[in-house]
């Protein structure tokens, strides 16, 4: 399938690689941009052979937010019963497999919001966060205001959305926003390498692990921990718990079949 707005390819048979590509706006999230992101989420989600996602975007721009010039002029009317930014941003929700956001350049409003939608974040040194809607007159409308505190605290969230300042990579990485900071030319292979080790596990595990860790900002610890558990249990049912662990019982390589 081919998109406007996007880059969709594969390595290795088995990650897919979705890159935004709105260079001129630096990577804008606008409607369209957002529908084929959505589509390309739910192609890959939904391929048997791919076992891991990426999103990235270029070395200058993760993305610079929501589209600024088209949301210019929507009225209220527009936007609630448009259902603006639920409508196609909340996909990347329902994805089961790992989506791994790799950050170079501005991951700014919208951009920081759809980088903390994936489940890690790995930044080049040059990557600059921040959720700067407070100089347009609104604020983070695609769950920065919820999401930014729980990776990094209440106060720099405060301060990051009240001041609209940007976090360099190395405050990032210290703030626990993301997970690894690499050297922007090392970026794409960190990345690779990511990927491709968790889509060489076994995909039901690595299924159940991303709905579990999610699961802890749902619910209390008690509720949390009881669904680990039955989570846990339930993977001594799947082939795969066998020829994990009669693997390294008998000193072997593992070969999952995802079943
Ligand atoms: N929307 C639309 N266009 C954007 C954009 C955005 N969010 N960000 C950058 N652009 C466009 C610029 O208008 C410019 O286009 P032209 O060349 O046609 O004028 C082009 O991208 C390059 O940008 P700059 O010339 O501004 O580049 P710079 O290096 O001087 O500055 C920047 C880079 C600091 C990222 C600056 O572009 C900027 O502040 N962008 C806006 C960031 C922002 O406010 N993001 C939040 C958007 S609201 C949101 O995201 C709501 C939500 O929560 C979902």
Redesign the pocket.
């Known amino acids: 399938m081919n998109y406007e707005n996007i880059e969709v390819r594969t390595e290795a048979g088995t990650v897919g690689i979705i890159t935004l590509n709105r260079p ?3 990577n ?1 999230l606008n409607d369209a941009l957002m529908t084929d992101l959505g589509h390309a989420l739910k192609a890959f989600d939904a391929d048997e052979a791919i076992g891991c996602i990426i999103v990235t975007g270029s070395e200058r ?1 993760f993305a ?6 088209a949301m210019a002029n929507y009225s209220f009317a527009d936007v609630y019963k448009g259902d603006f ?1 639920t409508r196609n941003w909340e996909i990347i929700r329902s994805v089961r497999k790992p989506v791994i956001a790799a950050v170079a350049g ?1 991951a ?4 920081c ?1 759809l980088a903390m939608m994936c489940d890690f974040i790995i930044a080049a040194d040059n990557a600059k966060f921040g959720q ?2 407070i ?2 007159g ?1 604020i ?3 769950g ?1 205001t919820q999401r930014l505190p729980r990776a990094v605290g209440k106060s720099k969230a405060m301060d990051m959305a009240l001041t609209a300042r940007m976090m360099d990579a190395a405050e990032a990485e210290r703030s626990g926003l993301v997970s690894r900071v690499v050297p922007l030319d090392k970026l794409a292979d960190e990345a690779l390498g990511a990927a491709l080790v968790i889509a060489g596990f076994s995909r039901i595990a690595v299924m159940a692990a991303k709905e579990s860790v999610n699961r802890a900002f749902e619910s209390g610890l008690s509720d949390g921990v009881m669904f680990e558990r039955r989570l846990f249990h339930s993977l001594f049912a799947s082939n795969d718990q066998k020829e994990g662990m009669d693997a390294f019982v008998n000193k072997r390589e593992p070969t999952f079949t995802h079943t």
């Open positions: 001129k706006a630096l804008a721009a610079a937010g929501a589209d600024i010039r930014i501005f700014l409003g919208g951009g919001e700067p809607e100089k347009i609104v983070p409308g695609a920065g």
